[in-house]
Antibody
Framework: EVQLLESGGGLVQPGGSLRLSCAAS????????MSWVRQSPVKGLEWVSV????????HYADSVKGRFTISRDNSKNTLYLQMNSLRAEDTAVYYC??????????????WGQGTLVTVSS | EIVMTQSPATLSVSPGERATLSCRAS??????LAWYQQKPGQAPRLLIY???AKAPGIPARFSGSGSGTEFTLSISSLQSEDFAVYYC?????????FGGGTKVEIK
């Protein structure tokens, strides 16, 4: 059974940093691309970033490019999202999601339960 | 950026009736269109990919159709567990984009 468990969310001040983690199990982690998708009442569902199974290809939404970095440790079956220079508009539930192939640019077939990030002073 | 527009925003349906949800893309996305279901407090769940292929474990009453810019999700006979919010997503172009959702509520 595919399981994705996010952690690392919380309250952070504007301009601050946070690192999200997603522990994966139930599948061969290195064989699949992984995405981060966020959801807020204001913007709805918003795709944030994706990384290929091998970690050599990444892509970002313009709204986070240059501030967020996606990475993965295939030896630990863990996905990360380093978030710097956080803004109020980054406030959302952040979901970790698996993609169906090693390459990037597809839909998300399994989702974690999400972790809440709140950016506020 | 491709804008995905879903209609209606809310659909009131009686149990056992058919529901038809629409999704329109601002430019062609070929068949690179997925549908998700989300219930309160839960993560989205993949229903349909490739515009018409059902994800594993999805009941036969769910079906997807369309290509290019016009897509439809149909639920043939609504069950109590189907009342939820449904989102479409295109994955043909960067950035991947979602529609605003259609809430299917009990009439």
């Amino acid at each position: 059974e595919v399981q994705l468990l996010e952690s690392g969310g919380g309250l952070v001040q504007p301009g601050g940093s946070l690192r999200l983690s997603c522990a994966a199990s139930g599948f061969t982690f290195s064989s699949y691309a992984m995405s981060w998708v966020r959801q807020s009442p204001v913007k709805g569902l918003e795709w944030v970033s994706v990384i290929s199974g091998s970690g050599d290809r990444t892509h970002y939404a313009d709204s986070v490019k240059g501030r967020f970095t996606i990475s993965r440790d295939n030896s630990k079956n863990t996905l990360y999202l380093q978030m710097n220079s956080l803004r109020a508009e980054d406030t959302a539930v952040y979901y970790c999601a698996k993609e169906p192939y090693e390459s990037i640019g597809h839909y998300q077939d399994y989702w974690g339960q999400g972790t809440l990030v709140t950016v506020s002073s | 950026e491709i804008v995905m527009t879903q209609s209606p925003a809310t659909l009131s349906v009686s149990p056992g009736e058919r529901a038809t949800l629409s999704c329109r893309a601002s430019q062609s996305v070929s068949s690179n269109l997925a549908w998700y279901q989300q219930k309160p407090g839960q993560a989205p769940r993949l229903l349909i990919y490739g515009a018409s292929a059902k994800a594993p474990g999805i009941p036969a009453r769910f079906s997807g159709s369309g290509s290019g810019t016009e897509f439809t999700l149909s639920i043939s006979s609504l069950q109590s567990e189907d009342f939820a919010v449904y989102y479409c997503q295109q994955y043909n172009n960067w950035p991947l984009t979602f529609g605003g959702g259609t809430k299917v509520e009990i009439k």
